[in-house]
């Protein structure tokens, strides 16, 4: 792009309307956030537009050296990876904000303000090249959303924020101490080295486990996962679209660009740990997901046992299982995202999320009832949608490694069907028993709006994963071959190989 900075320019954007909303009323702080997050998204269409597909692995690339900070610098750049992730960003919070137009009535400045720095620090993540950068970004994350949760959340907000900023910052201490002596045995904070620097042997295991440590509670993994259904419970509606849609992809992004390719041999030694925690996780938390009676915490759940098909996908150490675990993670912030707003639809009617209060929507909501149909398909991954696509290739990746683990993993999306469609047919179906339920209101234009376009990107990813695939298929072909060398021994691989061709002979009249 003749050298324009759009990715410093895409964090710039945000920044300075965060700023901005602190000295403006309400009304003028929804359009002014409305119109800088509409600016990101317009920047992130032409970022993914300039993409060059099958070039340089590295585009983008923004560096200012700063001297005063020794290794540190300012370092941007993104290869395929971390563009579907910006992008994931940037399209969801025009919608998060457009959730907050009317719900939100208390110290709105502050609110935009706070979900304006939290799409800062998320672009700047995935954007950043340099380890510290990417440290700051990473750990500053939790700022922004501890405020939204402590105050704007739900009556238990005060313990669901400090328990999430706990979780998630212990981790971090570990992973910091582990940079530092990366930075000091390799000579450099720069990220693409680092991918390419072969650290001792003896030493990756207590790296990776350092920084396990903080993408574990980050993802969330079983059994460190607790703080996420009180965060989802108290948290308001853009709060859970934004912590469910991108927030708990830093894990997994930190686990692609980090744990698997800089620590290959000990990733290759803890799949086990890494397979078995997944595996009880997908049934665990769908077990528990069938008794909820909060569709939050439904959700919520759903969430960690999603989150665990991409953990056996990026440890597969092959392309299926690494495109499948980003197209889960791309179509989860979606679907998640789209599920948080029809629960958000109702609440803001009837201020209740107890399913039970629910009943027969289809009759007198149709279009929600319609639009909710299709995000429920989507989380069970029905073909055509984005959830299929995503789980086959991880479970198709999984299976070349450990048929077992793909095996429970599987049981896992057939209790996910149970809990969803249970969950639609308790509230679209059946009759209207209760009067208040009976009078409220389809799907206003606003609504309808913020809902329509995840439905189209979910089709869309359905019916042509091509388009987003294309992007990270040689950042996949790069990082398998990266970690080739340490890829354990599958139990079905002899299956999944070629047999040795058969000699026919061939008859005279033939040849």
């Not at 001297?67 to 750049?77: D, K, N, T, V, Y």
């Not at 149970?418 to 028993?433: E, H, K, S, T, W």
């Amino acid at each position: 792009m003749n050298g324009f900075p759009i990715l410093s320019v895409m964090l710039a954007v945000p920044a300075a309307a965060a700023i901005l909303c602190l000295f403006v009323g309400a009304s003028s702080a929804r359009w002014l956030a409305l119109g800088a997050t509409l600016v990101d998204l317009a920047l992130g269409v032409l970022l993914w537009a300039s993409f060059d597909v099958g070039g340089a692995q590295w585009q983008f690339v923004e560096h200012a050296a700063m001297p005063a900070f020794g290794l540190f610098g300012w370092s941007l750049g993104i290869d395929g990876f971390a563009l579907m992730l910006i992008m994931l960003s940037v399209f969801l919070m025009p919608i998060c904000i457009g959730a907050s137009w009317n719900s939100i009535e208390k110290r709105v400045p502050e609110y935009m303000a706070a979900f304006l720095v939290t799409e800062v620090l998320m672009i700047g993540t995935f954007a950043a090249q340099d380890l510290f950068l990417f440290y700051i970004f990473f750990e500053a994350g939790l700022i922004p959303m501890y405020l939204i949760i402590g105050i704007w959340g739900g009556a238990n907000r005060i313990y669901a924020s400090y328990k999430f900023f706990l979780y998630t910052l212990l981790g971090s201490v570990l992973m910091l101490v582990a940079m530092l002596w990366m930075a000091q045995e390799a000579g450099t904070t720069d990220i693409r080295v680092l991918l390419t620097h072969d650290f001792p042997v003896h030493a990756q295991m207590w790296l990776w486990l350092a920084f396990f440590a903080s993408f574990a509670v980050k993802m969330p993994m079983w059994p460190v996962h607790t703080w996420l259904p009180d965060a989802h419970v108290q948290a308001p509606t853009a709060g859970s679209v934004i912590l469910a849609g991108v927030l708990l992809k830093l894990g997994g992004y930190g686990f692609l660009r980090f744990s698997v390719p800089m620590f290959p041999e000990a990733s290759a030694s803890l799949t086990w740990l890494v397979l078995g925690l997944s595996a009880i996780a997908v049934v665990y938390t769908s077990l528990v997901a069938l008794v909820q009676s909060d569709m939050k915490k439904l959700i919520a759940y759903s969430s960690v046992a999603h989150m665990a098909i991409v953990t056996i996908g990026l440890f597969a150490f092959n392309r299926q299982g690494i495109e499948g675990a980003m197209i889960v993670m791309l179509s989860h912030g979606l679907v998640s995202g789209a599920l948080f707003l029809c629960v958000g639809v109702i609440y803001d009617r009837l201020h209740t999320r107890e399913i039970s209060r629910y009943g027969g929507l289809s009759i007198n909501m149709p279009r929600y009832a319609l639009l909710f149909l299709l995000f429920t398909m989507a989380s069970i991954g029905l073909p055509g949608t984005s959830g299929f696509v995503g789980e086959f290739l991880s479970l198709a990746g999984t299976y070349q490694i450990s048929t077992t683990a793909t095996l429970i993993c599987t049981t896992g999306i057939i209790l996910g069907a149970g809990y969803m469609l249970y969950l639609y047919r308790r509230i679209a179906f059946g009759d209207l028993v209760h009067e208040d339920v009976r009078v409220m209101p389809d799907l206003s234009m606003r609504e309808l709006a913020l809902l329509a376009p995840i439905a189209a990107v979910v089709l869309w990813m359905g019916v042509y994963p091509e388009s987003f695939l294309a992007p990270m298929r040689n950042d996949a072909a790069m990082l398998v071959a990266r970690v080739a060398r340490a890829a354990p021994a599958g139990d079905s691989r002899l299956a999944l190989g070629k047999a040795p061709a058969a000699r026919v002979a061939v008859p005279a009249e033939v040849r």
